[in-house]
């Protein structure tokens, strides 16, 4: 098990710490942690809008109160899940900017970063086509398509959804790199200190725009002669990626890295939901529009992780209830009330799980089970799939109730994970308490001596 524990250090602890120190992947995570209350707030109207789809008997209701306003009430969804790559935009260019602003020590501008990194993403928007040497606007008004002027048209401008993120991401961390090195070559115009600060950073980031403009077209106009453009490109490497998140192979080796990372001391899920953050969002977007997902939205707290990483809901109950070591006993009290939202730092480097060789083994089985139970069962229609997105602390059962616009099943669904997990823990969290009172009784006698 040293040996184990060695390997995982050695090969996944340092370079994935190392990853994680990287400004874009913090950037991407600060992106994904700053739009949760936005996903929220969007996915709770569209759980109230078909609410009459779970509860049938509540519909003629609804069509005479409610539905005759949903065109005013749903605008909180279209205009957040409708445009979450601009979400991203923003803040990664903002992050980013902040971030080289702090360590590089650039006279950049957070808000010029985030400005500029939107410039670059609305540049890549419209659809174009390269025909008898001249570039034009998409126009196409068909009854299965609307692309006006290059723009894509659903409930608002489709690349601004959940299919943009990526684009997005590109497109900002293009911009803030543009910006800085214009700021490191002094490319910028500067204005007397007798100027109000508002109208200096305004031609600050003049220069750095006609050159984040020029770039971008040229990459656009590239790839628009060449019979693509930058969201089919990389629609190809990141629709792999998908696919493979979407697999039962890849949730195992999703939560195998996470739970790797934190055995030896990293916070896996922050890590590891830097990268999955758009592409789960992304498939509980295509969910709501009649996919069967399994990985999407919170499937990961709703039925993988109840209780915290490593699915530990049913370890702290039973230490806090049924141990016999005092130590297991007092860390079980003291974590119950966090660990039914979701939250276990306390178990995991209290009790601990952290290069604890008796507890390894069920840390990366429990969630393993549990994610393969969950995955299955909504694989195979059994309980239906997340289409809202719900805070990450909800109990077990609530979550995964919401998050599946009220599928009782999925309640069900998340204890028998929950059980499931306990179950796969209690031959080791046996053992090691018995092994704990032991050290408690050594230890007594030697005081007593």
Same mark, same amino acid.
């Given at each position: @098990?040293?040996?184990?524990?060695? *390997?995982?250090?050695?090969?996944?602890?340092?370079?994935?710490?190392?990853? %994680?120190?990287?400004?874009?992947?913090?950037?991407? @995570?600060a992106a994904g942690m700053s739009s949760i209350p936005f996903t929220i707030v969007g996915s709770m109207f569209l759980v109230f809008n078909i609410l009459p789809l779970t509860f049938t008997n509540l519909e003629g209701f609804f069509n005479n109160t409610f539905y005759r306003f949903q065109d005013l009430y749903m605008l909180a969804n279209t205009c957040t899940m409708g445009i979450l790559a601009l979400y991203f935009c923003l803040v990664i260019g903002y992050e980013l900017t902040k971030i080289e602003e702090s360590e590089s020590k650039l006279n950049v501008n957070p808000l010029n970063g985030a400005l500029l990194s939107m410039f670059a993403f609305f540049l890549c928007l419209p659809e174009l086509l390269f025909e008898k040497g001249n570039m034009t606007l998409v126009n196409s008004v068909t009854d299965s398509?609307? *692309?006006?002027?290059?723009?894509?048209m659903d409930a608002t401008i489709q690349r601004l959804g959940t299919t943009g993120i990526f684009t997005a991401i590109i497109m900002a961390i293009i911009a803030v790199r543009l910006y800085c090195l214009c700021v490191k070559r002094n490319w910028v115009i500067k204005m007397p200190d007798t100027v109000p600060p508002g109208v200096s950073r305004s031609f600050t980031a003049l220069i750095p725009a006609f050159v984040i403009a020029f770039a971008v077209l040229i990459i656009n106009g590239v790839l628009v002669a060449l019979g693509t453009d930058i969201f089919k490109i990389i629609s190809v490497p990141f629709g792999f990626v998908t696919n493979l998140t979407n697999s039962w192979l890849g949730i195992v080796v999703i939560y195998f890295l996470i739970h790797a990372l934190w055995i030896v001391g990293i916070h896996g899920a922050n890590i590891v939901?830097?990268?999955? !953050?758009?592409?789960?969002?992304?498939? @509980?977007? %295509? &969910? @709501? &529009?009649?996919?069967?997902?399994?990985?999407?939205?919170?499937?990961?707290?709703?039925?993988?992780? #109840?209780?915290?990483?490593?699915? !530990?809901?049913?370890? !702290?109950l039973f230490i806090a209830f049924l141990a016999k070591s005092e130590q297991l006993k007092i860390l079980g009290r003291a974590s119950v009330v966090p660990g039914l939202f979701n939250i276990n730092e306390p178990i995991i480097f209290g009790m601990p799980i952290v290069y604890n060789p008796w507890l390894a083994i069920?840390?990366?089985?429990?969630? #393993? !089970? =549990?994610? =393969? #139970?969950?995955?299955?069962? #909504?694989?195979?229609?059994?309980?239906?799939?997340?289409?809202a997105q719900v805070p990450w602390p909800s109990p077990v059962g609530l979550g995964a109730f919401i998050g599946t616009a009220g599928d009782w099943k999925a309640a069900v669904l998340a204890i028998i994970c929950a059980v499931v997990a306990f179950i796969i823990y209690y031959p080791f969290i046996k053992y090691y308490d018995a092994k704990l009172v032991k050290d408690e009784e050594a230890v007594k006698m030697s005081q007593a001596a």
């Open positions: @098990m040293e040996k184990a524990f060695g *390997v995982l250090e050695k090969y996944l602890m340092k370079p994935m710490g190392k990853i %994680a120190q990287f400004k874009i992947v913090r950037a991407v @995570m398509e609307k *692309v006006i002027n290059g723009f894509r939901s830097a990268f999955l !953050t758009p592409i789960v969002l992304a498939n @509980m977007q %295509a &969910n @709501m &529009n009649g996919a069967h997902i399994p990985f999407a939205g919170e499937f990961q707290n709703s039925f993988v992780v #109840i209780g915290g990483s490593g699915a !530990t809901l049913g370890l !702290t069920p840390f990366f089985l429990a969630p #393993i !089970t =549990s994610a =393969s #139970i969950a995955y299955f069962a #909504i694989k195979l229609e059994i309980v239906r799939p997340i289409i």
